[in-house]
């Protein structure tokens, strides 16, 4: 038997970053840095140039995995704030007028974080036992029925996302991520046009319903000017333009895009239900992570959606600490390509 020679690396990964031993974990998205002895956040993110390329890396490839960390959480914070301000800086020509300037949104805090002084409000922390991450959680649903990209309620969502694990189920509580990018590619020309022209609603009711019965209030503001008050809606386009790679993604999703805008009810139901199927059902466009104990996740949530695997029992525990950098106001713009057609991919 013949075997094709191994095309582990990535046509994209930036200089900086080649000399760490790396592969991509799927054609469509991910790539993991799996040489922990090699390679460290901690050391990586005193040099701006990989932090920058790191950055350009996880917008091109949706999600990059490190295996093994021991960056700590102010260093976690420092790296999703520096990932967020420095493609900002190299990519602000990208955006539309009226954003140009100094980037004015910092870390997320999220609508019902929690005080842990010791990690502050700007760390999310991810736990089987209560919090975000079981806040919309109903056993009786389909395992599908979470996937989303983080807070896209907000008028300024995340541009990235790093989550680290530090306790794990001894089997179990995958995360699987999903394209963007390749969704938007599967669809045919005529529905990719039909969708430009669209916006959507995105909401989170459930995190007001959440903090009414915990009896805390939600957190105001939540790390950017535009992210204010109690009424957790923003109205994003259906299809967006990721400034750092220039390429279209569709941008809606099952957790919190409730309606498309310009549609019937109906018309509005049936073509999320679709779209939604569309990054649900094709595993081709998806790449699914199993975590050891201090991985490290860094996802680009203009471009990806991303799900938890609830397969653990009730009592095995699973945490870990999450920062959600923001971006900016989602946007498209209409010259902008896909990736397929920017890279030349024809198969
Ligand atoms: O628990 C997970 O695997 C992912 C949770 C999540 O959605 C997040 O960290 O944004
Ligand atoms: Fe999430």
Redesign the pocket.
């Known amino acids: 038997m013949v075997q094709a020679p191994s095309t582990s690396s990535s046509s994209v990964m930036p200089t900086s970053l080649s000399a760490y031993p790396y592969y991509d974990v799927t054609t469509h998205i991910g790539t993991c840095f799996g040489d922990a002895e090699k390679t460290q956040l901690s050391s990586l993110l005193k040099d701006e140039n990989k932090v920058r390329d790191l950055a350009t890396l996880v917008s091109q490839r949706g999600v990059v995995f490190f295996r093994n960390q021991d960056i700590n959480v102010h260093e976690l914070k420092q790296l999703g704030l520096d990932m967020g301000r420095l493609s900002w800086d190299t990519f602000a020509q990208r955006l539309p007028e009226g954003y140009s300037g100094e980037k004015t949104s910092r870390l997320h805090i999220h609508p019902i974080s929690e005080d842990v002084p010791e990690l502050g409000k700007d760390i ?1 922390v ?1 736990s089987s036992t209560e919090g ?2 079981r806040a919309g959680d109903h056993m009786s649903k389909r395992a599908s029925a979470g996937w ?1 990209s ?1 807070i896209t309620f907000e008028r300024v969502p995340s541009d990235y ?1 790093i ?1 680290k694990m530090h306790t794990l189920p001894p089997v179990g ?1 995958d ?1 699987l991520w999903a394209s963007a990018y390749e969704a938007y590619d599967r669809l045919s020309p005529a529905f990719q046009t039909f969708l430009e022209g669209l916006e959507a609603v995105h909401n989170a009711d459930f995190f007001n319903r959440y903090a009414k019965v915990r009896g805390t209030p939600i957190q105001d503001p939540r790390g950017a000017p535009e992210n204010y008050g109690e009424d957790l809606t923003a109205v994003h386009p259906v299809i967006r333009t990721n400034p750092v790679t220039g390429f279209k993604g569709l941008y809606v999703n099952r957790t919190f895009t409730k309606r498309i805008l310009g549609l019937t009810p109906d018309e509005s139901d049936s073509i999320l239900d679709y779209l939604f199927r569309h990054i649900t059902e094709n595993h081709d466009l998806q790449v699914r992570f199993r975590w050891e104990i201090n991985d490290v996740a860094l996802w680009d949530n203009r471009s990806t959606f ?3 695997t609830n397969d653990y029992g009730v009592t095995a525990l ?1 945490q ?1 600490n ?1 920062v959600v950098s923001l971006g900016e106001r989602p946007f498209l713009d209409p010259a902008s390509k896909s990736r397929r057609e920017a890279l030349g991919i024809h198969d």
């Open positions: 999310s991810i975000i991450a989303h983080d996302a989550l509580g995360t991303h799900t938890a699973r870990g999450r």
